[in-house]
């Protein structure tokens, strides 16, 4: 990657910082951003990035101090923005697309967000380019967006407001290294990313959300059913272990995948099929209240993404702190 396509954007408050992420950048302490590589780079965002959200008065600035002014926000729209058109869009680090619509759960959380009755921001997290962000963002919330791979969060940037620009952080780097204060969030979406984690992970996220969650705070998981998308012998043996009373019966790997869908796509070697008693049961662990839980259609799929009963496409979960 050359460096003039590294750029970083943040912002916290109003004020904008803008990164750009080069060996000759010159921070605006006069410190110089040392190595080449992405690697560098992207541990340098994130540590500049990073800060805590506990409440939106205690927003901090970003500990390095901003660094150069380094792209105009009336930038034209990139290639990735033109494809939000499509249904789908692919992630840059291969880890599935981002759904460019908004399901019935994500529908739910949205207008939970979006009500004027919430008092401190929500997360999107495994947020891909912003999609759900941006529509948190059009209905007043204040948003904290994250995702693994640093390039999807300045997408963004270009599809929103300087108005909504104010409301939105953006902290790239995996979700378990944001360090977010005790009930500091009204709400947490993870829209179809938890499918990719062990089940180690799947409990340490749902440890994770509602500790940042304040009292009354909601989370929304969606995830990709185990109907959908796999091969038949992958649904057998997860009935299988269903009836045997597994713990984690939805375990998958790129084998479990159809055969045509492999050739076309790079996923993690292995995922997790979620269905609503799994969710149920993580979501209760850690002390949630389920709101709602169930499998849904996703109508606005072509079909060789929906489940052959056309109901079981996604499953999600609404659960109360
Ligand atoms: C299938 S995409 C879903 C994107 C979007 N939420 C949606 O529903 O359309 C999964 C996203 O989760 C992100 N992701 C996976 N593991 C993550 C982690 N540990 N921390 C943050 N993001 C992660 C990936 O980078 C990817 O963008």
Not at 57 to 75: E, T, V
Request: proline share 5%; hydrophobic share 35%.
């Amino acid at each position: 990657m050359t460096s003039a396509t590294v750029y970083r954007n943040c912002f916290a408050l109003g004020k904008q910082y803008l990164h750009r992420l080069t060996v000759t950048e010159q921070c605006a302490s006069g410190r110089r951003l040392s190595g080449t590589s992405r690697q560098s780079s992207n541990r340098a965002t994130t540590e500049s990035c990073r800060h805590s959200l506990g409440g939106l008065n205690s927003i901090r600035s970003i500990s390095s101090g901003p660094i150069a002014m380094a792209k105009p926000l009336d930038a034209q729209p990139t290639a990735i923005s033109a494809e939000h058109t499509g249904i789908f869009t692919p992630t840059l680090n291969k880890m599935g697309w981002q759904q460019n619509s908004l399901d019935e759960y994500l529908s739910d959380f949205v207008d939970y967000a979006g009500s004027p009755s919430r008092t401190r921001p929500v997360a999107d997290v495994g947020a891909a380019f912003g999609f759900v962000s941006q529509k948190l963002l059009e209905r007043g919330a204040t948003v904290l967006m994250n995702d693994l791979e640093p390039g999807h969060l300045e997408d963004i940037v270009r599809r929103i407001s300087p108005e909504e620009r104010e409301r939105l952080t953006c902290i790239p780097g995996s979700v378990f290294d944001l360090k977010l204060e005790e009930g500091s969030l009204d709400g947490i979406v993870a829209a179809r990313m938890t499918q990719f984690f062990p089940v180690a992970d799947i409990r340490r996220f749902f440890d994770l959300a509602y500790k940042w969650l304040a009292q009354g705070g909601r989370l929304c998981v969606t995830n990709t059913s185990p109907w959908r998308g796999t091969t038949e012998a992958f649904q057998r043996e997860y009935e299988r272990k269903c009836q045997q009373g597994e713990e984690w019966p939805g375990i998958t790997t790129t084998d479990s995948l159809d055969q045509n869908r492999q050739k076309r796509i790079t996923l993690p070697q292995t995922g997790y099929r979620f269905d609503p008693a799994v969710l149920r049961r993580e979501a209760e662990r850690v002390g949630f209240r389920v709101v709602r839980t169930s499998f849904y259609p996703t109508p606005f799929l072509p079909d060789e993404f929906r489940s052959a009963d056309g109901i079981r496409d996604a499953v999600g979960l609404i659960a109360e702190k």
